[in-house]
């Protein structure tokens, strides 16, 4: 039998399927629409007034914790949020996703399949989307180690390369997600994002096979004929060019170097055609990313995971079982 304290509870179940899509979404795309949090938010609110009824007046000890919990999430979660997202901890849709949660999921549901109650534990804060926020970082710290284990399985095992990236063929980049951890100075920590690659050879109209294929003549700014629109570089995208490579001397291109152009591969044009920044792009840092993809076969990328990913297996984790951090420091005897 399965039973359930308030129909609320129910209802926040919804959060469970709307955020495995997200989730699936985000690894595929790396883009998760904002109309995702809308109706989860407006859920959330309304249940909140909702049960605020039943506990306004607090006149028992019982409503002024559950004011103190909602409190907490509300005033708490969402301001961390909002300030992990703005210090770069945090990508967008991971900030809404923990404020959707402070929302829709302030205190602990309760759930009952035949004799056991879901969660299975409850922390003394009893604050839900704390529990998933801690559980999702618990399950996040294992993804160094589940990496390492893959690039030691594949024979590609570097230290320390191997517990944040993986080594792949460059022409897999193509519709790869993350940053190359390589520049042609060796091993860097701050390579160029995939998506601004992708932008970049938008922009021009070329493939990365081309660019492979034909990178001694395309280096040369001339090369630059017909530029396109670069999108935000999301490997979904359709893209439709017709090739942006003018008439030039080849042979000549192909003979010159770096030190022959005023502005190497059209770099410096790229990024002020945009008017903007391709994902904290410089002109160094994209000639140094294409000379990098133009003359190797294999580099280290940082994979990229999305949060949003240990953030639903935290989701599910703290239904069925309740707080991971909790249970440990429980198990350990100290709280």
């Not at 509870?9 to 795309?29: E, G």
């Not at 944040?164 to 790869?176: D, E, F, I, K, Q």
């Not at 021009?204 to 935000?232: Q, V, Y």
Request: cysteine-free; charged content about 20%.
């Amino acid at each position: 039998m399965f039973g359930i304290g308030t129909l609320p509870d129910l209802l926040r179940l919804v959060v469970i399927p709307v955020l495995a899509w997200t989730a699936w979404r985000d690894i595929r795309t790396r883009r998760v629409p904002n109309i995702v949090w809308y109706p989860l938010a407006a859920l959330g609110l309304v249940l909140l007034a909702w049960e605020l009824l039943g506990h306004l007046p607090p006149e028992t000890v019982f409503d002024r914790l559950y004011l103190v919990r909602v409190g907490v999430s509300v005033f708490f979660v969402i301001p961390l949020s909002y300030m992990f997202w703005r210090l770069g901890g945090f990508g967008g849709a991971d900030a809404k996703a923990l404020m959707v949660f402070a929302l829709l999921l302030p205190t602990f549901p309760s759930y009952v399949l035949g004799a056991t109650e879901y969660p299975l534990t409850e922390t003394t804060l009893g604050v839900f989307s704390m529990t998933i926020l801690t559980n999702t970082v618990i399950v996040g710290l294992a993804y160094p180690i589940a990496l390492a284990a893959r690039n030691l399985a594949a024979g590609e095992f570097e230290l320390p390369l191997s517990f944040v990236g993986r080594r792949v063929s460059v022409p897999s980049l193509a519709t790869a997600h993350g940053r190359l951890f390589e520049s042609p100075d060796g091993i860097t920590r701050n390579g160029l994002d995939l998506d601004a690659l992708r932008m970049y050879l938008r922009w021009r109209g070329i493939s990365l096979s081309d660019l492979r294929e034909n990178a001694a003549t395309l280096r040369d700014p001339e090369t630059i004929g017909e530029t396109f629109d670069p999108t935000d570089g999301a490997v979904h995208r359709e893209v439709t060019t017709d090739g942006g490579v003018s008439d030039v001397d080849a042979e000549s291109a192909a003979d010159a170097t770096d030190t022959d152009f005023d502005d190497p591969w059209g770099a410096e044009a790229f990024l002020d055609d945009i008017d903007g920044s391709a994902y904290g792009t410089t002109p160094e840092k994209l000639r140094g990313g294409l000379e990098v993809v133009t003359t190797r076969d294999a580099v280290w990328v940082s994979p990229g995971i999305p949060f949003i990913v240990p953030m639903f297996v935290g989701l599910v984790v703290a239904f069925v079982y309740g707080d991971l951090l909790f249970g440990v420091l429980g198990s350990l005897g100290i709280v």
